[in-house]
């Protein structure tokens, strides 16, 4: 079976209108979400020969009965309202212009056909690219240039259409999932794990002591790493956090919210990683789904901001999914591998081992026969 690959030209064509908010001394700019990093990954895609050994999975719009099982229904007809109005924010850097509600939804929608074709085995596994993104949206408001939280959608779908009782979120977008936190933080069924920059965006979000509540308690992990980080710090994550708290969780399905804007050219954060950093967390992730849940997994994406190394990024992620090579060079990886700041460093490991004392806490499920 392949890599399914969700796309739609529609995708790109949510427009974000102008960002004049910040201060009125300096002229306006345009947000840095842009649809540029996603037409290129496409476009390298393509011309690299590797899509059309992708199966395509036509993405569809999610219902509004679809969206309201994540978000709340006033915040769904609030932005179905603006959207038809003209345009608005939807909270927390989200301007939008027309028609943003139906892209929205479409965003949403191709991550649940991402997930019911992996589930109904036509794909192996699938990439979302799909935009807008959505690991800020929370149930109530967007954030983040996040308006549907497209993963926290499917997750529902997954649940409550097509009998999935227990999801994995693995975001490794650079700043935190706090969306997707907000909306299972009470649910011992889905387990929701951020590796993120310490103390980035949003400000004062993604501490370790926020850890789940009630019936959710420990099912909500917050990896935050120090500024700075690269694959050394990624890897001792993966290692003694993200791995074990999933194969204690047992989950039947696993997304990754996939931002790849810790790399090391992004303007919006401050890590080390390039298309090898991510080829190495797919692989490893690829390895976890294939352990614990059949090899189900959906990666979606999310931020990325530097134009021109996200393509690739994003490459070394589809190959790692698909097991197939585009057999081109990543000519950003040598520029970082040249310089220091993937070795793990002290204060990186102090905080990677802070976060694992957690995973005890993490709702256990018992290991299948033979697991070690
Ligand atoms: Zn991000």
New binding site residues.
């Given amino acids: 079976m392949s890599t399914g690959f969700v796309f739609s030209e529609r995708y790109l064509w949510h427009e974000t209108g102008s960002w004049s908010e910040l201060s009125a001394w300096v002229q306006p700019s345009s947000p840095p979400e842009s649809p540029e990093p996603k037409r290129r990954i496409r476009n390298l895609l393509e011309i690299t020969g590797l899509l059309p050994r992708l199966t395509t999975v036509p993405p569809r719009p999610a219902s509004r009965a679809e969206l309201e099982r994540f978000h709340v229904p006033r915040y769904v007809e609030q932005i179905s309202a603006m959207s038809a109005a003209g345009g608005g924010d939807a909270g927390g850097f989200t301007p939008f212009r027309p028609g943003a509600f139906e892209i929205a939804s479409l965003s949403a929608g191709g991550v649940i056909a991402a997930a019911d074709a992996v589930l109904d085995g036509i794909v192996r596994n699938a990439y979302a690219l799909v935009r807008p993104p959505g690991h800020h949206a929370s149930p109530s408001t967007g954030d ?1 240039f996040c308006i549907f939280n497209n993963i926290g959608v499917a997750v529902e779908h997954l649940r409550h259409v097509r009998g999935i009782q227990r999801v994995a979120v693995v975001d490794w ?3 935190h999932g706090n969306g997707t936190e907000a909306g299972f933080y009470e649910n011992p069924d889905v387990l929701t794990i951020s590796l993120h920059q310490d103390a980035w ?1 949003p400000l004062a979000s993604g501490g370790r002591e926020r850890n789940g509540a009630g019936r959710g308690l420990g099912a909500n992990l917050n990896v935050p790493l120090p500024a700075g980080s690269g694959s050394g710090a990624y890897d001792l994550a993966f290692e003694h956090v993200v791995e074990p708290a999933l194969q204690r969780f047992q989950p039947e399905f696993i997304f990754v919210a996939c ?1 790849l ?1 810790a790399n090391y050219m992004d303007p ?2 401050r890590m080390m990683l390039d298309g090898e950093s991510y080829r190495a967390m797919t692989l490893r992730i690829r390895a976890v789904a294939d352990a614990v849940c059949a090899g189900r997994l959906v990666v979606v994406h ?2 990325g901001y530097a134009a021109e190394i996200v393509p690739f990024c994003a490459l070394a992620v589809i190959e790692a999914m698909s097991g197939l090579s585009a057999g081109i060079a990543d000519p950003w990886v040598p520029r970082n591998r040249g310089c220091p700041g993937q070795e793990l460093l002290p204060h990186q490991a102090a905080a990677v081992m802070a976060a694992a004392a957690l995973v005890q806490r993490v709702p256990a499920q018992p290991q299948p026969a033979g697991s070690a």
């Fill in positions: 983040g977008d650079v700043h965006y931002g804007d919006l954060a999310e931020g």
